[in-house]
C-alpha cells in the first residue's frame, strides 16, 4: 500500500503539471498546519507573531516597506500563501514578490495592543505568509512593530533569520532596491529541492514497523480537555490568558526529557490523574544536503504524558539536575528514531489500532536557545521584545521555554477550555518542578 507522503506527492504532480514554479508541494509538518486549519470553523491559520518597541519616530515606514519585500523576494515560503487545490495542500507562489506593510489606526477608545489583537484576527488566508504591523504607542512615545508570520510557513527556528536579515535589508543603502530575479529563482529551486527531499525522507520512515511503533505508544490517548466553550470566558475577559516566570539555570539548564517530566506536573493539575495527555512539540531537521530555506521545517511529535501518581516527575527537575527520569528519556529517544513519519500518518496508525484519539493536542511545547534570539536592530537602533497577549491559542495550553543565562517561562491558555484559577495552578506546579532543590540557590 502506497504511504500518505507517496499519496500525496502524485495528487501533487497530476495538480501541477507544468506549473510547478508557481504550485509547490508542502511538508508533512505543514499539511499538519493546513489540516488543523481546515478544521477551524472560522478558517483561521496559525500565526507566530514578533514585537519589538521602538523609540517613537525611529522607523522610517517606507524602508521598512522595502526591506520586507526584498526580504520576500528572497524566500519563496515568506512571500506564498499556503492553501488547498481541489482538496490537495499546496503553496502557491505570486508572480511578483511582495510583502503587507500596514499602520491600523487606533479606534476611539482602543490601546495599541488591541489594535493588533484586531488586526491579526482580521487575517485573510488569502495574503502572503509574511506581514508586518507598524502602531504607534503615543502614551509610551514607541512604535510597535509586529513581524507576523503563517505558522505553515515558518518554524520557530527561522525567526531568528528573518530577524537579522529584516534588520540587514533596512540598513542597505539603497532603500529601493530589490532582490535580483535570477537570486529569487535560485531559491525557489532550492527550495523546491528540500521540499522534496524531506518528503522522500518522510516517505522512507513510513515503514509498517514504524506505524506499528506510533499505534502501540500512542493507542492510549485521548483528548482530556473540556469542549471549547465560548460561555466559559468571563464577560469582557480576552480569549487567553498568560503567565511567565524566570528561573536560575542550573546546571547547564534543563534537558528535554526533564522538560516532558514537568509538563507532567502541569498536565496532572490541568486534566487530573491517570489520563494520557497527548502533548505536541516540534523536532526533526532537514534532509542531508539540503539548502537552509526558510519554510523546509520541523516535523510536530506527540508525547503521551502520563499523569497518574506513579508516573511522574522524574528525578531530574527536582534534584536540579534536569535530566528527566530514565524511563522518559529512554522512551523519547526512541520517538526520535520515528521523527520522520508525519503527523498524519501517525493519527492515521493510531486510528488503526482503534484509538478514539483523532489527532487533537491537549498541550503545546517549544524550547528555544536565548543565543538564537537576537533583538531586531533598524538603522542601529535595538528594538525591545515585548509581547502582546490576549490572543486565541490553538491547543487549550502552550508553553515556550527560552534557556539561557536564565530560564524563562511563557504559558498560555485557551479560556474556553480551560479556567484561569486551574491555569495558574498548573503553571505553579511546572515552576516548582523545574526549580532547584538547593536552598541556597534562589
Not at 508541494?25 to 519589538?52: E, I, K
Not at 526591506?67 to 520576500?72: D, I, V
Amino acid at each position: 500500500m502506497l504511504s500518505i507522503t507517496s499519496q500525496y506527492l502524485a495528487r501533487y504532480r497530476r495538480l501541477a503539471g507544468d506549473r510547478s514554479d508557481t504550485l509547490l508541494p508542502v511538508t508533512g509538518a505543514q499539511r499538519r498546519f493546513v489540516l488543523v486549519r481546515s478544521l477551524d470553523p472560522s478558517g483561521r491559520p496559525d500565526l507566530v507573531p514578533m514585537f519589538f518597541a521602538f523609540p517613537c519616530g525611529t522607523i522610517d515606514p517606507e524602508r521598512l516597506r522595502a526591506a520586507a519585500r526584498r526580504l520576500a523576494a528572497r524566500h519563496t515560503a515568506l512571500r506564498s500563501r499556503v492553501g488547498v487545490v481541489r482538496g490537495t495542500p499546496v503553496l502557491s507562489v505570486p508572480a511578483d514578490p511582495d510583502a503587507v506593510v500596514t499602520r491600523p489606526d487606533l479606534l476611539p477608545g482602543e490601546s495599541p495592543a488591541d489594535a493588533i489583537r484586531r488586526a491579526l484576527a482580521s487575517w485573510d488566508a488569502q495574503g502572503p505568509a509574511m506581514r508586518i504591523l507598524l502602531v504607534s504607542d503615543e502614551e509610551r512615545e514607541e512604535d510597535i512593530l509586529a513581524v507576523v508570520l503563517d505558522h505553515a510557513a515558518c518554524d520557530g527556528r527561522s525567526l531568528a533569520r528573518i530577524v537579522d536579515e529584516l534588520g540587514a535589508a533596512y540598513d542597505e543603502d539603497d532603500p529601493a532596491a530589490t532582490a535580483a530575479p535570477e537570486e529569487t529563482h535560485a531559491e525557489l529551486a532550492a527550495y523546491r529541492d528540500a521540499v522534496l527531499g524531506q518528503l522522500a525522507a518522510e516517505d522512507r520512515a513510513e515503514t509498517p514497523e514504524a506505524a506499528a511503533y506510533w499505534a502501540d505508544r500512542l493507542r492510549a490517548l485521548d483528548t482530556h480537555a473540556p469542549a471549547p466553550s465560548p460561555a466559559r470566558v468571563p464577560e469582557g475577559a480576552r480569549p487567553s490568558g498568560a503567565a511567565q516566570a524566570r528561573l536560575p539555570a542550573h546546571g547547564g539548564g534543563v534537558s528535554f526529557p526533564g522538560l516532558l517530566d514537568a509538563c507532567r506536573s502541569a498536565t496532572r493539575e490541568l486534566y487530573g490523574t491517570d489520563r494520557t495527555v497527548p502533548l505536541g512539540y516540534p523536532w526533526g531537521g532537514r534532509p542531508t544536503g539540503a539548502e537552509p530555506v526558510i519554510g523546509c521545517f520541523l516535523n510536530t511529535l506527540v508525547f503521551p504524558v502520563g499523569t497518574g501518581r506513579g508516573s511522574g516527575p522524574g528525578p531530574g527537575p527536582s534534584t536540579g539536575t534536569g535530566t528527566g527520569s530514565e524511563g522518559t528519556a529512554d522512551a523519547w529517544w526512541d520517538d526520535l528514531d520515528r521523527a520522520d513519519v508525519p503527523f498524519d500518518a501517525v493519527v492515521t496508525a493510531v486510528r488503526s489500532a482503534g484509538s478514539r484519539w483523532t489527532g487533537g493536542l491537549d498541550g503545546l511545547l517549544t524550547v528555544d536557545d536565548d543565543t538564537r534570539r537576537p533583538p531586531l536592530k533598524l538603522a542601529g537602533v535595538e528594538g525591545r521584545e515585548i509581547h502582546v497577549d490576549g490572543r486565541p491559542v490553538r491547543a487549550p495550553f502552550a508553553l515556550s521555554v527560552t534557556q539561557g543565562a536564565e530560564i524563562r517561562l511563557r504559558m498560555v491558555w485557551d479560556r474556553a477550555v480551560l479556567d484561569d484559577e486551574t491555569a495558574h495552578r498548573a503553571f505553579d506546579a511546572l515552576t516548582h518542578a523545574l526549580r532547584p532543590s538547593d536552598p541556597t540557590v534562589r
